[in-house]
């Protein structure tokens, strides 16, 4: 069971918008730790998104929780997307268990 | 582009060793903390290691405390994972990669199988 918490799964249709859920606990997110997201295409290594690029991907948060959100989808956007945070108490990065986006 | 490359993958037995390897060729290697992270099959991320700069401290998930080491050398830039009395569940891609916080750079990963 991971430590931050995400939907298996999320899907939209090319152009319109989605965003994925990170929620995590006072001890990582909610203590002011930065969340980190990556995109995984299977079969390749986990690349990390960097914040606005493309300018469709943003991310947010907000207390013990953040987001993605992804606007014009993509076709190619289909991947496995990851949140990542610290935990200061533990000194140790910790992963949500990984969010599959379906592009219809 | 900037890679790093991770070998020293393979099969082996429950109860054996592994010793993975991770070059970092193209950046200044002695100023950045290095990760292990590993992904069994179907399965999400998993961090289980970090080494500082200098090799002075590390990390370690509870999972793999008391099993793996890790270690660099700075004049190779190279960082290792030796793992001892592997079980079942090690069974993974294993991933190095570049800790500023984020982890920014990744290498294609080196498979381990663990056979019981």
């Known amino acids: 069971q991971s430590v931050l918490t995400q939907p298996p799964s999320v899907s939209g249709a090319p152009g319109q918008r989605v965003t994925i859920s990170c929620t995590g606990s006072d001890s990582n997110i909610g203590a002011g730790a930065d969340v980190h997201w990556y995109q995984q295409v299977p079969g390749t290594a986990p690349k990390l998104l960097r914040s606005g690029v493309p300018d469709r991907f943003s991310a947010s948060k907000s207390g013990t929780s953040a987001s993605l959100a992804i606007t014009g989808l993509q076709v190619e956007d289909e991947a496995e997307y990851y949140c990542q945070s610290y935990d200061p108490s533990l000194s140790v990065p910790v992963f949500g268990g990984g969010t599959k986006l379906t592009v219809l | 582009q900037v890679q790093l490359v991770e070998s020293g993958g393979g099969l082996v037995k429950a109860g054996g060793s592994l010793r993975l390897s991770c070059s970092a060729p193209g950046f200044t290697f002695n100023v950045y903390y290095m990760s292990w992270i590993r992904q069994a099959p179907g399965k999400g991320l998993e961090w289980i290691s970090y080494i500082s700069n200098s090799g002075k401290s590390t990390y370690y998930a509870d999972s793999v405390r008391g099993r793996f080491a890790i270690s660099r050398d700075n004049a190779k830039n190279s960082v290792y994972l030796q793992m001892d009395n592997l079980r079942s569940e090690d069974t993974a891609v294993y991933y190095c990669?570049?800790?500023?916080?984020?982890?920014?750079?990744w290498g294609q990963g080196t498979v381990v199988t663990v056979s019981s």
């Open positions: 990669a570049r800790d500023r916080s984020a982890f920014d750079m």
